[in-house]
T-cell receptor, first 110, second 117 residues
Framework: GNSVTQMEGPVTLSEEAFLTINCTYT??????LFWYVQYPGEGLQLLLK?????DKGSNKGFEATYRKETTSFHLEKGSVQVSDSAVYFC?????????FGKGNQVVVIP | GAVVSQHPSWVICKSGTSVKIECRSL??????MFWYRQFPKQSLMLMAT?????????EQGVEKDKFLINHASLTLSTLTVTSAHPEDSSFYIC?????????????FGQGTRLTVV
């Protein structure tokens, strides 16, 4: 079945640092890929998406490229802000549902 | 973008009582909605898929008599936690794909924090 794997553990970094969160997937067919962000006490908000191989999703300075050859969709941001502190989930849409990674807590220190 | 409204955003109830959570798609129709449960510092666990006009599909290990799901219209699904106990305390989130757009972007409610005392 479809599955998503995110790198283990929280990510703590200083303001203006470079952020990378790894995401790899297993799926049949050509799924759509997403990054969702969750702020404390809230639901999930779509951050960016890509629907086919080599597509790059981008929003608010975040980017992720759909790499079919490596089955990856890594999230990057060149210069993080304190307001980027949140939990980030990688997700895959297929078989009429979303499969989520475990999520990564990102803490940005001033 | 499309909006999913979840109500209430938080609720405290006594052990043994039932609690109903509503999930509405405000500007689109959704034949399928999803209910998730999230424990602190953990990912979302899919509980069930709510199907308009038919029975919900529950994931393995989720008690269907405990978590009653009703999807009476194309814009409303409800989750009722029956005879709630402290271990049911959690964050519950619903989501929906717009009608005819399964496997595209899903939209999420803001979540409901349930505390059973």
């Amino acid at each position: 079945g479809n599955s998503v794997t995110q790198m283990e553990g929280p990510v703590t970094l200083s303001e203006e640092a470079f952020l990378t969160i790894n995401c790899t997937y297993t799926a049949t067919g050509y799924p759509s890929l997403f990054w969702y962000v969750q702020y404390p006490g809230e639901g999930l908000q779509l951050l960016l998406k890509a629907t086919k191989a080599d597509d790059k999703g981008s929003n608010k300075g975040f980017e992720a490229t759909y790499r079919k050859e490596t089955t990856s969709f890594h999230l990057e941001k060149g210069s993080v802000q304190v307001s980027d502190s949140a939990v980030y989930f990688c997700a895959l849409a297929g078989n009429n549902r979303l499969a989520f990674g475990k999520g990564n807590q990102v803490v940005v220190i001033p | 973008g499309a909006v999913v409204s979840q109500h209430p955003s938080w609720v405290i109830c006594k052990s043994g009582t039932s609690v109903k959570i509503e999930c509405r798609s405000l500007d689109f129709q959704a034949t399928t909605m999803f209910w998730y449960r999230q424990f602190p510092k953990q990912s979302l666990m899919l509980m069930a898929t709510s199907n308009e006009g038919s029975k919900a599909t529950y994931e393995q290990g989720v008690e269907k008599d405990k978590f009653l799901i009703n999807h009476a219209s194309l814009t409303l699904s409800t989750l009722t936690v029956t005879s709630a106990h402290p271990e049911d305390s959690s964050f519950y989130i619903c989501s929906a794909f717009p009608f005819g757009q399964l496997n595209t972007e899903a939209f999420f409610g803001q979540g409901t924090r349930l505390t059973v005392v």
